[in-house]
């Protein structure tokens, strides 16, 4: 049985019996104590803890999943293990508060035994020490000998956190045999490679208090976990995953690509193993939206991609591989996923890329760390500051340098590269600390069990709409029904007013208490208004219109940077107020003034034609057969909305739009820039917010023309012939200077102790100054030394000395310069310093007369 028939076994069998099957969400979790989606319960948590109302009792999954990076990171065990994955999948079904131990205990077994055919006499069950419940079922109405039924403790607990909802698991294993092992079970630590577990049944019956009191859940719930490649590895008699039928395709690949033959040698064979499964997890991760880059999921994509080509370049190969092995993780997993292939030529064009950089330098690099490494004494770290220059100059992640010093049984003084890091550090991890000063969400939640999600009504009604108060607090104002938009896809929330029988509130943001449910921050809301009142709600319209010329022009924006710079771009965040807009999205450079002005013109090509908008729901499958781009960050159910904006613009958004291109008005774009690696920000103004830029530029252009006394039309012409005067007069001023000073060469040349001068001079810039030196050396002086505080900011120091005079002119102000944080060359008759620290020049001068000898 292949992995395609165990997915479509495992969906069907759960669905047959009354299961939603609910597609694999994003890799990436609306969840931001995760870095990625690392479970198959994770997209589920929001129904487990209560905080959103799930739309079905019963629900199966094939979960696309990672564990890389953050506290679940099996990273540095892939390929060295039977099991271990960067990607992976997990099968499950879940019952929210519907059934419980008593359905989802045989329910596994059937599916096990007479599904898939396992042997029931090969399969071990444990459970939790306090379970008698489990065990019962599982040996009576399943039929399993207690004696291959054990008792564990904490590995038989599962918790969601340190609070909340938890509860004894049922795992099972299957025994592979005695040439794996001994015998003892599941609970013999010495047999883990011989029982391999191979489900997990989550039994959620307590909420955990603050103080460790359980409380049993009034709606136990059911969450399983089955392994796609482990439940293979048994169902197609292999010892590991690399033997299963996906793999086998993917390591053959690796094979053809690399020239080296799987099973040849262990070292060879960790490699090619590393590349199959970064293939995968590289594919997936593109494709849901992670960007190579040095922050948070980005950088821990570039360290799985450069981690791969080095293992590439180790086995010999010279081109680049991941574009090929991503077409063959397409090849091999598009039926089930088919957005890879839909998104197949996007992932080869990025990983192409970054496997061209990263080689560009790797050789050079490991070369470095080869010959630090020769020099070392044996015991000694590799210094944290080789490290850092990995990393810094040549793209070396920490953890690689450290996997290569280790495979060569070495360690890196990590708080040295800590140390050198320091300074230069651009990296920002996302903060997976639950923030402070949160909103209690479960009184939210249960308002709206009870009462539903809050009808918005404010794509048709702005003003004067009826509503009743159902809650009211020092948070804010919970409504049945609103005009007012909840901050979220980037929009932010409306303000407004609310008027109740005893006085009206302002409403001055509005975002969501739970998802589904309006939250209206409010001042003065406990004394204004109660439970129960029958209010009016009106939102600021001009505010509001002017974020939806803003936020419409965010999706012309996106659809003219794909146009411009490629199907590459994708939207990694935006932020849209009445104001203005905020775009990021992934592109490798920074995009230059010409390709701004081409996005411009297709974006308001667009608008001039004034084609009416179209925002209407649809199904997810409606919306993506009509070719519909999802927007970053934004979660979707199975009904969307869609925005057609235009002949261009076809994108999920549930926000607030423009009903004709017409109304956005011009769209100006204010600044582009870089906020991370491969990731570019642009700033844009749309509407009235355009025309007073323009009308601050006319501002500021006639300003200008008055000042150089031209019409507006002769302004640069204005401006160039007044520079022309003004580096004429510069050029006077500055020769008047320099005959000045050379004028005061008899003067300081008369002062010569010893036939030296030594000065301070501050109404000269640098040149004037070495003039100054060479006049009063001519006049005699054996040797010179000046130094000038100048204008602009910043030290001059100067030395001139004859070819008899035993000083050298750079060495004699060497100690000097350094003094005033400077420095220069070290001519032997006329050298010239500078530096930052003018408040130093009167004791580098006291210097400069010790090293001549003078008092």
């Not at 011989?194 to 019956?205: K, S, T």
């Not at 924006?557 to 939207?571: E, K, P, W």
């Not at 919306?623 to 927007?631: D, K, L, P, V």
């Not at 969307?640 to 958004?653: H, K, Q, T, Y």
Request: charged share 25%; hydrophobic share 40%.
């Amino acid at each position: 049985m292949d992995a395609k028939e165990v997915r479509r076994r495992f969906t069907e069998f759960f669905t047959s019996r009354g299961h939603e099957a609910v597609a694999s969400a994003s890799i990436i979790p609306h969840d931001d104590t995760l870095l990625f989606t690392n479970s198959g319960m994770v997209p589920f948590k929001p129904f487990f803890q209560g905080t959103e109302v799930a739309p079905y009792k019963r629900a199966t999954t094939v979960q696309k999943c990672v564990r890389a990076g953050g506290k679940h990171n099996d990273l540095d065990e892939v390929g060295r293990t039977a099991r271990h994955l960067t990607f992976f999948e997990m099968m499950g079904n879940f019952s929210f508060g519907d059934y419980f131990k008593e359905d989802a205990i045989p329910f596994a077994w059937e599916l096990l035994t007479e599904v898939f055919g396992l042997d029931k006499d090969r399969l071990w069950i444990t459970c939790h020490l306090t379970d008698d419940e489990a065990e019962e079922i599982w040996a009576t109405k399943v039929g399993v000998p207690r004696d291959r039924i054990q008792r564990l403790d904490e590995d038989n607990w599962w918790r969601m956190a340190d609070t909340g909802p938890n509860g004894p698991c049922s795992e099972i294993f299957f025994d592979l045999g005695p040439e794996y092992g001994p015998e003892g079970g599941p609970e013999n630590p010495e047999a883990d490679a011989r029982y391999v577990e191979i489900w997990n049944l989550v039994f959620m019956q307590f909420d955990q208090q603050p103080d460790g009191e359980q409380i049993p859940l009034p709606k136990p719930s059911i969450d399983t976990g089955a392994g796609l490649e482990r439940i293979l590895t048994v169902l197609q008699g292999v010892g590991s995953v690399w033997e299963t039928d996906e793999f086998v395709k993917l390591l053959a690949k690796a094979s053809q690509l690399s020239g080296v033959a799987d099973g040849d040698d262990p070292k060879t064979d960790v490699s090619l193993r590393i590349l199959a499964d970064h293939a995968r997890s590289t594919t997936f991760m593109i494709n849901d939206g992670v960007f190579p880059s040095n922050e948070d999921r980005g950088y821990v994509l570039r360290r799985i991609m450069r981690r791969a080509i080095r293992h590439a370049y180790l086995l010999g190969v010279q081109d680049p591989v991941l574009p090929e092995l991503v077409s063959t993780v397409v090849e091999i997993m598009g039926d089930d996923y088919p957005e890879v292939r839909e998104n197949e030529s996007k992932i080869r064009d990025i990983v192409e890329r970054e496997e061209i950089r990263f080689r560009q330098t790797i050789e050079t690099g490991l070369n470095i760390l080869d010959s630090e490494m020769a020099q070392l004494d044996s015991g000694s770290a590799l210094p944290g500051d080789v490290a850092f220059k990995l990393h810094d100059t040549f793209g070396f992640p920490l953890e690689l340098t450290e996997e290569i010093v280790a495979e060569r049984g070495g360690e890196v003084d990590t708080d040295g590269f800590t140390a050198a890091m320091e300074e230069q550090r651009t990296r920002a991890r996302a903060d997976q600390k639950a923030k402070g000063g949160a909103v209690d969400v479960s009184q939210f939640a249960s308002l709206a069990e009870a009462n539903g999600p809050t009808e918005f009504v404010g794509r048709d009604e702005l003003i004067d709409v009826t509503a009743s108060v159902l809650w009211a607090g020092d948070e804010g104002v919970v409504l049945d029904r609103t005009p007012f938009y909840a901050e979220s896809g980037g929009q932010i929330g409306d303000i407004g007013t609310i008027a109740g029988p005893n006085g009206t509130v302002t409403v001055t943001d509005t975002t969501y208490g739970v998802p589904g449910l309006h939250l209206h921050h409010v001042d003065g809301a406990p004394a204004a208004l109660a439970v129960g009142d029958m209010v009016t709600a009106t939102i600021d319209v001009a505010r509001r219109d002017a974020i939806r010329r803003n936020h419409t022009g965010t999706h012309l924006l996106h659809s003219a940077l794909r146009r411009v710079l490629g199907d590459h771009v994708q939207q990694q965040g935006s932020w849209v107020g009445p104001d203005r807009l905020r775009f990021d999205f992934s592109h490798f450079e920074s995009v230059t003034q010409d390709q701004i002005r081409e996005i411009e013109d297709l974006v308001n090509a667009d608008v001039l034609s004034n084609p009416t908008t179209e925002h209407v729901e649809m199904s997810m499958d409606a919306a993506r057969e009509r070719g519909a781009i999802a927007f970053f960050g934004d979660k979707y159910g199975d009904v969307v909305r869609v925005l057609d904006a235009g002949p261009n613009s076809v994108e999920l958004c549930g926000g607030t739009h423009v009903s004709a291109l017409g109304d956005i008005g011009p769209l100006k774009i204010l600044s582009e820039s870089s906020i991370g690696s491969n990731i570019r920000r642009v700033e844009a103004v749309t509407g009235t917010a355009t025309i007073d830029i323009l009308r601050d530029e006319e501002t500021t252009i006639a300003k200008a023309a008055d000042l150089v006394g031209v019409p507006v039309d002769d302004v640069l012409m204005g401006i160039e012939r007044r520079m022309t005067e003004l580096a004429d007069l510069r050029k006077e001023l500055a020769e008047a200077k320099r005959a000045s000073a050379v004028g005061r060469a008899d003067d300081l040349a008369a002062g010569a102790v010893d036939g030296v001068v030594i000065a301070r001079i501050d109404d000269l810039d640098r040149d004037s100054l070495r003039d100054l030196a060479l006049a009063i050396r001519d006049k005699g002086a054996t040797g010179v030394a000046l130094g000038a505080a100048l204008e602009a900011g910043g030290v001059a120091l100067v030395a001139a000395v004859t070819d008899d005079s035993p000083l050298h002119a750079g060495e004699w102000i060497a100690d000097a310069a350094k003094l005033v944080g400077g420095g220069g060359k070290k001519s032997p008759d006329v050298s010239v310093a500078g530096g930052r620290d003018p408040e130093q020049l009167d004791a580098a001068l006291d210097l400069i007369r010790a090293a001549a000898g003078i008092g």
